[in-house]
């Protein structure tokens, strides 16, 4: 799981080389718990490259390719990405109890943690038909926690409330994707 210090995930949605990458996460790696990275990394950097960002970088990094392929295109994803030194991966609910259960397996395995994506910060109406559904579906096969994005308050308090503080929420969505700043803290927090 993502060590809580500041609360902030830095999504690096930019196509920086690894020299300009490194130096710029050398400059706020205090600053924030994790990075999260995705198709513009890997696509610029490519999976050595991404390897060589991680590598003697005291960070959580977590991977958002919202993998969600069958089971064995899925594992094998999850060994690869583990080969890079990537901590966490997010998932989609959708695919199914069969294709996350031996992935989950390979994961615990590997110690990569599996946060399963069960809204989207736009549209994903398929998502909240089947909330209930794919929040238990995670719960039952162990995944770290859960992506509920920070422009939808009513689902993030959903969420919560089904698991209680057994399980972190990650809400991307703040910033450019119209998710106000705090929104997602304030609505995900559990009453004492």
């Not at 990094?61 to 594992?75: E, P, R, S, Y």
């Not at 966490?88 to 946060?115: P, Q």
Request: proline share 3%.
């Amino acid at each position: 799981m993502i060590l809580k210090s500041t609360g902030i995930i830095l999504a690096l949605d930019a196509e920086w080389d690894i020299e300009r990458t490194r130096s710029f996460l050398e400059g706020i790696i205090d600053l924030i718990d994790a990075v999260k990275i995705g198709w513009y990394q890997l696509l610029n950097m490519g999976p050595q490259g991404i390897r060589e960002l991680t590598i003697g970088m005291n960070k959580y990094f977590l991977l958002d390719i919202k993998l969600g392929d069958v089971a064995h295109i899925n594992t094998y994803v999850i060994r690869k990405v583990h080969d890079l030194g990537i901590n966490g991966v997010i998932m989609h609910a959708i695919t199914g109890r069969d294709n996350l259960a031996s992935t989950m397996d390979v994961a615990h395995k590997l110690s990569v943690d599996v946060y399963l994506l069960v809204s989207m910060s736009s549209g994903g109406e398929l998502y909240e038909r089947n909330l209930e559904y794919n929040v238990t579906l995670g719960m039952d096969l162990g995944v770290s926690g859960f992506i509920v994005p920070a422009t939808k308050p009513g689902i993030i308090r959903r969420v919560r409330s089904m698991v209680g503080d057994g399980y972190q929420l990650l809400s991307p969505g703040v910033g450019v994707q119209g998710g106000k700043p705090g929104c997602a803290i304030a609505n995900g927090l559990i009453s004492r």
